[in-house]
């Protein structure tokens, strides 16, 4: 147990080095090791405007396979990163976590791209229940639940 804390310290001290690749290297290593203080290192990474694009979307796609769901917000916000490899891995991770907080974020994507981006995100809609039915449409749930927004004041 100890070994394997000592392990995840030093894979995270990893993601502060100058040499990206080795901030590459050290995310695909914490995803295939996991954990809470893994998964927080991860998300952390995913938030960091100033880190490699490719460094937060290896850091999206990790979350996704881990199934972290305190890692949904970070997500979110992630689909609006700059660049393709962020949004699109965070999209995936989106739908392979199954959090209904997705949905509408998702619909925005799918209907501000044409690409693999749009793609992605009906893929994302549809694991997490919900048929596309029309770039200019919200998804209908198989169980037909409205999608309305709700609205925080």
Known sequence: MADSTRSVKSIISELRDINKEKRRT???K?????GEEASRALIRTLENEY????VRGRAAMMLGKLGETSAVS????ALNAPG???PLYAAQALGMIGDDRAIIPLVTMANAHTD??????VDSLQKLG?????ESETPSSKTDND???????
């Open 51 to 54: 880190e490699d694009l490719i």
């Open 130 to 134: 919900f048929e596309w039915q029309s």
């Open 26 to 28: 050290a995310v695909m």
């Open 116 to 121: 693999r981006l749009h793609d992605v995100a």
């Open 84 to 86: 393709y490899q962020t």
């Open 30 to 34: 914490l995803g295939m090791i996991g």
């Open 147 to 153: 999608l309305e927004p709700e609205i925080i004041p």
């Open 74 to 77: 970070a997500l979110i916000r």
